[in-house]
């Protein structure tokens, strides 16, 4: 249903660069940039990074989050390190999570931009 997502950063230089570790961690690389945007993804760009020099940063409690899937647990875990040594903050280490629909594995961090990030591994149905 959803084709892709865009949050914005202040600084796009340094937030592409971290973006680049911590999406790598599921698989998304870096597939467009331009002046003002760059685009991740694995085939064609899924998560945008918008530009917005004068932004001030998001308050941590907007509700607001982005999940993203992972394909293991490994990839919710590296994601998590990857958003941490980035100096993202951490907003839930990676562990098991009570969903709607069933459990499973996740992790949420926050950029300095505000932006809410989860990873996702959900167990497969026999």
């Not at 340094?14 to 331009?34: C, F, N």
């Not at 694995?42 to 941590?60: G, V």
């Amino acid at each position: 249903m959803i084709d892709h997502v865009s949050v914005v950063v202040r600084n796009l230089l340094a937030s592409a660069e971290a973006y680049e570790h911590v999406l790598g961690a599921l698989g998304l690389k870096r597939i467009v940039e331009r002046p003002r945007t760059v685009g991740f993804g694995k085939a064609y760009p899924e998560f945008w990074l918008n530009a917005r020099a004068d932004l001030a940063p998001l308050p941590a409690d907007t509700g607001i989050h982005i999940c993203l899937r992972a394909a293991t647990e490994d990839a919710v875990r590296e994601f998590h390190a990857a958003a941490l040594r980035a100096g993202w903050a951490d907003a839930g280490s990676p562990g098991p999570r009570k969903g709607e629909m069933t459990v499973y594995y996740g992790a949420f961090v926050q950029d300095p931009d505000g932006n809410k990030l989860e990873a996702a591994n959900f167990p497969r149905k026999a």
